[in-house]
C-alpha cells in the first residue's frame, strides 16, 4: 500500500476509535465508576501509554516557555469540554450524543473565520445550517426521548473542541503536533487529578469490570487513536482527514445500538444524514482528488 493509502486508514482506525468514547462513558455509568473517576483515570493511563509511544518514536520532550504555556491551556479546554461531553451522556443515547458532538468540524470554520481571518463562503454557511437543522431534528424527535439539557451539554463539548482545534492550529506553526498532544494531554491529566483529590469524588475503580473500562477508554479511545490520528495527517491532506472523520459519529451510533440496546428512531438517522453532509460539504470546498481512492 502506498502512503496516502496508509494515512487513510490511520485516520478511520483512530476515528473509530474516538467514536468509542461515549459508549465507554455508558459503560462506566452501567459499573458503578463516576465520571471524575472514569476522566482522571482514563488521562493519567491514556498519557501514560502516549508517551511511551512517543518515547519509542523518540519523540518524547515537553514543550517550553510560551508554548509550554500554550499547550497547558490547551490541556485545559480539552479537560473542560470532555466534562461538558461526558456530563451530556446522563441525559442523551450515545449515538445521539456523538451525532451532536461531530457538528464540530463546521464551528472551526466559524471560529477560523472569526478569529484568523479564514474566508467564511455561502458553502460554509450552508454546511453550517445543514448541521444545525440536523442538530434541531433529532432534539425535536420527542419519539426518541432526547433530552435538551444533555444536547445543549454536548453542543457545548462540540464547541470547546472547535476552540481546542483552532488553537492548536495556531500553536502548530512553531511545533510538531505530537508533541503538542503529549504536553496537552498532559496539563489535560494533572487538571483532573486536582480536581478529583478537591472534589473528593476520585476514587480508585474497582473489580475487573471497572478497570477494564478505564483501559478500554484510555487505549482504544484516547492513546491509540491520538497516535494514529496524528500520524495518519503527516500522510494525508487534513480536509480529507476530516471527510475520513465522518466515520466517528457512525461508529457510535453502531455501537450504540449493538451493544447498548439503544433505539435508532428515522428522526435521530434523517438528523445524522443532515450533521454529515453539513461537515462533508464545508470539507469538500478544499477537498483534492485523493490519489489512493484511483
Known amino acids: 500500500m502506498n502512503r496516502q493509502t496508509v494515512g487513510a486508514l490511520m485516520v478511520l482506525v483512530a476515528s473509530a476509535g474516538f467514536g468509542t468514547l461515549a459508549i465507554f462513558g455508558k459503560f462506566a455509568a452501567r459499573v458503578g465508576l463516576n465520571i471524575t473517576s472514569l476522566l482522571t483515570f482514563r488521562f493519567v493511563v491514556g498519557t501514560v501509554l502516549l508517551w511511551v509511544i512517543l518515547a519509542l518514536w ?27 461531553f461526558f456530563r451530556g451522556l446522563d441525559f442523551v443515547p450515545a449515538g445521539v450524543a456523538g451525532i451532536t458532538f461531530y457538528t464540530y468540524p463546521i464551528y472551526v470554520y ?18 453550517l445550517a445543514a448541521s444545525l437543522a440536523g442538530v434541531a431534528l433529532i432534539v425535536g424527535g420527542d419519539v426518541a426521548g432526547i433530552d435538551l439539557v444533555g ?55 474497582r473489580g475487573t469490570d471497572q478497570w477494564l473500562v478505564v483501559f478500554g477508554i484510555a487505549v482504544l479511545g ?4 491520538l497516535f494514529l490520528y496524528v500520524l ?59 490519489p489512493w481512492l484511483g
Open 58 to 84: 523518540g519523540r518524547a520532550r515537553l514543550l517550553r516557555g510560551r508554548q509550554l504555556g500554550v499547550a497547558l491551556a490547551l490541556g485545559v479546554l480539552y479537560a473542560t469540554f470532555t466534562a461538558f
Open 110 to 127: 466559524v471560529i477560523s473565520a472569526v478569529a484568523l481571518g479564514e474566508p467564511l463562503s455561502a458553502r460554509k454557511l450552508v454546511a
Open 232 to 290: 495518519g495527517l503527516d500522510r494525508v491532506e487534513a480536509s480529507v482527514a476530516s471527510v475520513l472523520g465522518t466515520s466517528e459519529p457512525v461508529v457510535t451510533v453502531i455501537l450504540g445500538v449493538v451493544l447498548l440496546g439503544e433505539v435508532l428512531t428515522p428522526v435521530v438517522v434523517a438528523g445524522g444524514v443532515l450533521v454529515l453532509a453539513g461537515v462533508v460539504l464545508v470539507q469538500s470546498e478544499h477537498w483534492q482528488r485523493v
Open 222 to 225: 484516547t492513546a491509540v487513536p
Open 151 to 205: 444536547v445543549a451539554l454536548v453542543l457545548v463539548a462540540a464547541l470547546g473542541y472547535a476552540g481546542y482545534i483552532t488553537g492548536s492550529r495556531a500553536a502548530l506553526s512553531s511545533t510538531d503536533a505530537d508533541v503538542l498532544a503529549g504536553t496537552a494531554l498532559v496539563g489535560t491529566t494533572l487538571l483532573y487529578l486536582l480536581f478529583g483529590l478537591a472534589s473528593g469524588r476520585l476514587v480508585v475503580p
